[in-house]
């Protein structure tokens, strides 16, 4: 399996709740980002890593949403206190370089009840 | 600000017939372009990108776009659409300096009718 994956697939939650999203990039790829799509919309920005550190996060909505990449390789999202205004499908792409094609996961829905 | 606008939120064309979505941006510089369409239950798949050279580039599944700065535009077109290619596709920008993200437009949704 070389494509980007992430789990799960599906998250339903209940308002107030923490989540956390993971993302598998493809193997090798230094840059790794996370985007959300609201239903009907493209998808918007949230962070990027480049290695280990954020090099940008400048779409995290506020300060309920943070990501981690320890090793450089798998990136988990989460989002405490969730709210039904959460609900989207966060989608996350890895590239090998900052300028090259994004090759994008399926995504995970997230429902907020 | 920087922005991608789809002007076409839907379009149905016929199978055959030829296509054109429409792609405008607001960007400081000439920007990276990108059309990337997206199946239902699918994950976002790159058609085609121009970051410079030859203003007409060619992608997969039969798919062109033509790059004019004097209309910030890159439209996309294909000659002869199949049912396969009914979809929702998304014109983005991204940095030709680096710092990867993407700005994606809000997408156009394609119909095929037989």
């Known amino acids: 399996g070389a494509g980007v994956s992430q789990t799960p697939s599906n998250k339903v939650t209940e308002k107030g709740k923490y989540v956390e999203l993971r993302c598998d990039p493809i193997?090798?790829?230094?840059?790794l980002y996370w985007y959300r799509q609201s239903l009907g919309q493209g998808p918007e920005f949230l962070i990027y890593?480049?290695?280990?550190?954020?090099?940008?996060d400048s779409g995290l909505p506020n300060d309920r949403f943070f990501a981690v990449r320890p090793e450089g390789s798998v990136s988990t999202l989460k989002i405490q206190r969730t709210e039904r205004g959460d609900s989207a499908v966060y989608l996350c792409a890895s590239s090998s370089t900052d300028v090259n094609e994004q090759f994008f996961g399926p995504g995970t829905r997230l429902t907020v009840l | 600000a920087q922005s991608v606008t789809q002007p076409d939120i839907h379009i149905t064309v016929s199978e055959g017939a030829s296509l054109e979505l429409r792609c405008n941006y607001s960007y400081g510089a000439t920007p990276y372009l990108f059309w990337y369409v997206q199946s239902p239950g699918q994950g976002l798949q790159l058609l085609l990108k121009?970051?410079?050279?030859?203003?007409l580039v060619q992608g997969i599944k039969g798919f062109e776009a033509e790059f004019k700065r004097s209309q910030s535009s890159f439209n996309l077109r294909k000659p002869s659409v199949h049912w396969s290619d009914a979809a929702e596709y998304f014109c983005?920008?991204?940095?030709?300096?680096?710092?990867?993200?993407?700005?994606f437009g809000q997408g156009t949704t394609l119909q095929v009718k037989p």
């Open positions: 193997s090798g790829h230094t840059a």
């Open positions: 983005a920008v991204g940095n030709p300096r680096g710092g990867g993200k993407l700005i």
């Open positions: 890593f480049q290695g280990t550190g954020a090099a940008d």
């Open positions: 121009y970051f410079s050279g030859d203003t």
